[in-house]
């Protein structure tokens, strides 16, 4: 969609590294998330932010830190990345307040060798 | 927290068959939403909704809030249809996340 858009598009990454992932919006919409999608998971969040500076943690959250300086965008930070995490990442954005429809971004594809 | 779990996992159909997806929720719901991830991995939002019936085309849905289950209904299908289709409910329609189902995989063949 082309109010919300996440980079890089895909990362191949060292075992140990910090990663951060940027998803950025267009549609000043308030709520914004963090979701991982792994085979036989479905989609799991991991953190999500209901205003600049406000965030709060997910199911899945450990290893994983978030930061909303600004409302277009809401970065994911992996401190130290694991294999584990070796996952596809999406955003997604909602208005909230009567327009609860979430809009998804195209993904971020991560492998942590 | 609330489960959410969807039947079938997997369904293959012959193009311009029907079929039913169906949505069974733990607890009661104020937002419920269904999204198709096409084969190219993008998910696009269906429907928001949290009860009663909607239609877009060959799509619609409807939600029993009070039983706890929603289906979605596709008719005519198109081998487009194919991809996974995710249910994803929230107890309050505020800012509570959305907890997503492991959603139905679906194959239409020509």
């Known amino acids: 969609d082309a109010g919300i858009t996440q980079s890089p598009r895909h990362k191949v990454t060292e075992t140990g590294t910090p990663v951060t992932l940027r998803c950025h919006q267009t549609?000043?919409?308030?709520?914004m998330y963090w979701y991982r999608q792994d085979p036989g998971h479905g989609l799991r969040l991991i953190h999500y932010?209901?205003?600049?500076?406000?965030?709060d943690k997910g199911e899945v959250s450990d290893g994983y830190s978030v930061s909303r300086s600004k409302t277009e965008d809401f970065l994911l930070t992996l401190e130290s990345a694991t294999s584990s995490q070796t996952s596809v990442y999406f955003c997604?954005?909602?208005?909230?307040?009567?327009?609860?429809?979430?809009?998804f971004g195209s993904g971020t594809r991560l492998t942590v060798v | 927290g609330i489960q959410v779990e969807q039947s079938p996992p997997d369904l293959i159909l012959q193009e311009g068959a029907n079929s039913t997806l169906r949505c069974n929720f733990s607890?009661?719901?104020?937002?419920l939403q269904w999204f198709h991830q096409n084969p190219w991995g993008q998910l696009i939002n269906l429907f928001y909704?949290?009860?009663g019936t909607k239609q877009n085309g060959r799509l619609s849905a409807t939600t029993v809030a009070t039983e706890r289950y929603s289906l979605l209904y596709i008719s005519s299908s198109q081998t487009t249809d194919s991809g996974v289709y995710f249910c994803?409910?929230?107890?309050?329609?505020?800012?509570?996340?959305?907890?997503f189902g492991k959603g139905t995989r679906l194959s239409v063949i020509a």
């Open positions: 997604a954005i909602s208005a909230g307040e009567g327009s609860y429809g979430y809009t």
């Open positions: 549609e000043n919409h308030r709520y």
């Open positions: 932010s209901y205003g600049v500076k406000d965030t």
């Open positions: 607890d009661s719901v104020n937002n």
């Open positions: 909704i949290p009860s």
């Open positions: 994803a409910v929230a107890r309050n329609s505020g800012n509570t996340p959305l907890v």
